[in-house]
Nanobody, 126 residues
């Protein structure tokens, strides 16, 4: 299984980025997908999740009106559209899989998360 995250980079505060995570080696529709982030010196934290069908999404409170998660099952890819970026959004962003037998809410605690991507760095300068 491989999860290849891309789309990170350096952006000015207020700017936007779109992250992508392409999955291979698995049956993509069998998994909920999540995005997490880890800032320097901090623990990895939940950002957003989407069910296998794309019909339900979940966000960490601080990004709820700022980020949008989506997926394209035909392309085995999950996306994270990030708008109005702030310096505190600076982190390495990771995508992850969770079997779709788990309720999406459990993604917040990383329950059942079984594969991780290698991460893509997002740096927001003020």
């Amino acid at each position: 299984v491989q999860l290849q995250a891309s789309g990170g980079g350096l952006v000015l505060a207020g700017g936007s980025l779109r992250l992508s995570c392409a999955a291979s080696g698995l049956t993509f529709r069998l998994y909920n997908m999540g995005w997490f982030r880890q800032a320097p010196g901090k623990e990895r934290e939940f950002v957003a999740a989407i069910t296998w069908s794309g019909t339900s999404t979940l966000y960490e409170d601080s990004v709820k009106d700022q980020f949008t998660i989506s997926r394209d099952n035909a392309k085995n890819t999950v996306y994270l559209q990030m708008n109005s970026l702030k310096p505190e959004d600076t982190a390495v962003y990771y995508c992850a899989t969770q079997p779709n037998s788990y309720p999406i809410m459990t993604m917040k605690t990383k329950a059942g998360v079984n594969y991780w991507g290698k991460g893509t760095l997002v740096t927001v300068s003020s």
